[in-house]
């Protein structure tokens, strides 16, 4: 029986939903799963069975659970990606390009890898794309992103004391979060307590501001005389 999958692959923060022709899935299985970036691998987080294709055909398609030695090719990525970064810092050094390297990806068949990284500006990497295919022997990509792209990606501890960012945990789209937002919660205006991993405003100012929008709302539409009481209320005396 066919089923549908909620997996999460490596570096994408948000799990996503995938077709099985095949059941026998658990949770934390791997399985390969084919992208339009190529084959990858993604860990299973939860499954139901399913009559049949999906209706639209759209979702990526479970390839077949991971062998041994698709599991070990996978550690073998690993290893590759920390000998990647480190070729890509000394390129980037040497060409004394104004960009910082966050991680890099390995594409699980080999087809490509690509090389997160921030920056304050665009960035001329041609010569170092160059560099890097020279050495690499693939394709090369090169993907900029934005601080709190950044903490979503790589994670972490929040000031909160929660595993992960909220980025990474459960907001699928950053709103900008602007100095109004924190003098509207009447927030003392202290960069320490108001920045979060990426050294932004926090994402959660703006969870908050919409979750006090709504109580404020709902407190206007209650009728004053659910909270006013005419009589007195007994006194005690010592």
Known sequence: MAEILTVKL?????????????SGFRVGDRCLIATDRGVEVAVVLDGRSLDGAPADGKLPKVLRKATERDLYLYEKKKDKEEVAYRLCRKRIKARKLPMKLSTVEY?????RVVFYFTANRRIDFRELVKDLARELRTRIEMR??????????IGGMGCCGMGQSCSSRFLKQM?????KTAKSLDLGMNPNRLSGMCGRLKCCLNFELDQGCCRNCQL??????????????????D
């Not at 490596?10 to 095949?22: I, L």
């Not at 709103?175 to 100095?179: G, I, Y």
């Not at 206007?220 to 005396?237: H, K, N, S």
């Open 175 to 179: 709103r900008s979060v602007s100095v």
């Open 10 to 22: 490596d570096n994408s923060p948000t799990p996503g939903v995938c077709f099985s022709s095949e």
């Open 144 to 153: 900029q992103i934005g601080a709190r792209d950044e903490a979503k990606l």
């Open 220 to 237: 206007e539409e209650a009728d004053e005389e659910d909270f006013l009481v005419d009589d007195e209320g007994p006194t005690i005396d």
């Open 107 to 111: 594409i699980f068949d080999g087809s």
